[in-house]
């Protein structure tokens, strides 16, 4: 096989949240299989310390630091007709450098991790194979959040998406009803990639338990991600009083919701170096 070019909208190192557990475990079995280029975006310059890691298992690293600048992207968006989460994720010299893995380097297979990197994608694929990982389907959480600016954001995603997934040669998706939702919609083929569990690092007798009141029920993510915190107001408010528990919830970035539901029987962690305890 001949090399991989990987595309990230997000550095795929350290695995410590949702997306990046999924692209650092899809990146390491692609390393396996054939010379990988990564080419990502960094949310903060800082991000560019795990590169180092990166480069263990990749032939070729290569990032550049993400406009953070919601007002750039709508611009970008109403002058393109395009969708403002896909221009948040747009670098020229990403764009560059990309253009030069594919003129310089012998590369067979594109893996475009999420929606907002089928950007890059050239329009000639000159016989590559093209594998369009979207996870989710990001549309229909816009569709799902309403208001008028969500609802025109989820309908230019939808485009988008559908644009991307006609070119590629499989569409993945993280589960069975994100991939039946995406055919029932577009029309279109879909294939399940599901998240995995790895056995050896999670095993119970690998860390010691953390010392907080059993029985013991974990919520861990990015706690400033509405959904997750959807999630958490209405598990507190609505299901922790019927049972005999502690309710921990184990994430970076609560928000004042969260901070709020902390009681004698919830916890909010806040950011932990290693969720395994909990």
Known sequence: MRDILFLAHRLPYPPDRG????SWHVLNALAKLARVHVAALVDDEADRKHVATVKRIAETVHVERR?????FAMVRALARGSPASVEAFASCELERHISGILRYHDVDAIYAFSSQMAQYVPANLSGRRFVMDFVDMDSAKFAALGGFANTQEAKRLLNWEVAAAKRADVSLFVSEAEA??????TGLPARVLENGIDLVRFKPEAVAPETAPHPLIVFTGQ???PPNVEAV???ARNALPQLDATFAIVGRAPTQQVLALASDRVIVTDEVSDTRPW
């Open 19 to 22: 997306d990046r557990i999924r």
């Open 67 to 71: 406009n953070p600048s919601k007002v």
């Open 180 to 185: 039946a939702l995406f055919r029932e919609t």
């Open 223 to 225: 706690m400033d991600y």
């Open 233 to 235: 107001v209405d598990f």
